[in-house]
Structures are given as structure tokens and as C-alpha cells.
């Protein structure tokens, strides 16, 4: 599938989220000449592992999506606490309905509607209500998803997926993760890509469609 010269928004419920679900097609998307818009709504200050500042995920998040190529103007941050978005609901709504008015994105990327974390499952049902007209696709983090639609496949070459590896090595405070170690995340690209008769690949599930004229 080729994006050329559109306004992408990827919604991302924690700070790396945008990175595991779909950081190679990030990459793929800036590359073809679009620009792509990051808004991550908590940087889980209260999960953070001893040692650590609080802020180090907004560090994080900033290098992370810098080494995507992501300019730092297009990374909006808000600071919600970590698994209490279900009781935000409407204060989310309008956070992300500002961004829909203010950058008028024709692509938004957004957690599966399956996924079991409370903070991704709200993130995306508001999503679906903000941005009914436009294109709306799902990205996939396994760990959290009992169902997933593999409807979806973005090709990538090596490149973007050695972006994607570099981009979550930049989450060090999260490293002890096992979906952070770049052996799965190269193995989950390269089973995607298998599905699709394709070397590497990023999959998304799609809930809405708009190709305009």
C-alpha cells in the first residue's frame, strides 16, 4: 500500500506503544513523503522501575521518535495516569478531537479494538467516535490481543525495520520487556511478512477505509 503526501496520526495510549506497533511503517510513511504526527497520552510516571526519574519515558519517547525521523513538533505529549484512561473517557475525547481539528490527519493508527489494556481499549473506541471519516487502521502488540484481523500487511525493507529496533532501544527504562528484545520484534516482522509472500512486514487490522479523489 502507498501514502504519498498525506497527514498521518498515530495514537499511541503509553509512550511506546506507536514504536512497537507499527515503528517500521512509521518509518515507511516519512520516508514516501508524509507527514506523521505521534500523540502518546501517558508516560507512566507511577510505573516506573526504581532507579529511573520519573520523566525518563517523555526522554524516552522524544529520542525514540526522533531516531524514526519523526520532527519534534509532530510528538504531542499528554500526561494521563497509566490504566486510568476509562475514567477520562470524555477529557480523552476532546484531547484527541483538538488533534483532529488541528491537523486534519487523512491516516490514523490506533490499538486494536481487541486489545485486553484497559488504557489501549478506551484510546481506541474513542479513536473509531473522533474519526469516522477518515482511514482508520489498527496496529498489533501481541502480548495484548486474543484477537487480531491480519487484514493489512505494509512491506518493509531492512532499513525500516532496523529504525523500528533502534527506536525501541531508545526505551532502556523498559528493556527488561521481553517484546522489547529486538529478536522478537525482527521474528514478528518476518512472520508477518511470510503471510504475505513478503520478506518483512507490519500488519494492521482495518476498521474503516476512505480513498478520496
Given at each position: 500500500m502507498q501514502i504519498h503526501n498525506q497527514t498521518i496520526l498515530i495514537l499511541s495510549p503509553h509512550t511506546d506503544d506507536a514504536e512497537?506497533?507499527?515503528g517500521?511503517?512509521?518509518r515507511l510513511l516519512l520516508e514516501q513523503g508524509n507527514q506523521v504526527h505521534v500523540a502518546a497520552f501517558s508516560a507512566?510516571?507511577?510505573?516506573?522501575?526504581a532507579g529511573y526519574p520519573e520523566d525518563v519515558l517523555v526522554q524516552e519517547i522524544k529520542a525514540a521518535t526522533q531516531s524514526l525521523g519523526v520532527p519534534a513538533e509532530n510528538l504531542h505529549l499528554y500526561d494521563y495516569d497509566v490504566r486510568t484512561f476509562n475514567y477520562h473517557r470524555q477529557q480523552l475525547l476532546d484531547d484527541i478531537l483538538?488533534?483532529?481539528d488541528t491537523l486534519k490527519p487523512n491516516v490514523v493508527?490506533?490499538?486494536s479494538m481487541n486489545d485486553i489494556h484497559q488504557d489501549h481499549y478506551t484510546i481506541a473506541q474513542e479513536a473509531v467516535r473522533a474519526f469516522k471519516f477518515a482511514t482508520l487502521l489498527c496496529y498489533e502488540l501481541p502480548w495484548n490481543n486474543f484477537e487480531f484481523k491480519t487484514t493489512l500487511f505494509f512491506g518493509l525493507r531492512e532499513t525500516h525495520l532496523e529504525h523500528k529496533i533502534n527506536a525501541i532501544a531508545q526505551y532502556k527504562s523498559q528493556s527488561h520487556r521481553p517484546y522489547m528484545k529486538p529478536d522478537f520484534i525482527r521474528s514478528l516482522a518476518q512472520v508477518r511478512g511470510v503471510q504475505a509472500g513478503l520478506e518483512l512486514a507490519e500488519v494492521f487490522e482495518?476498521?474503516?477505509m476512505v480513498i478520496s479523489t
Open positions: 512497537l506497533g507499527c517500521a511503517t512509521i507512566c510516571r507511577h510505573s516506573v522501575l483538538q488533534l483532529r493508527f490506533v490499538p482495518v476498521v474503516r
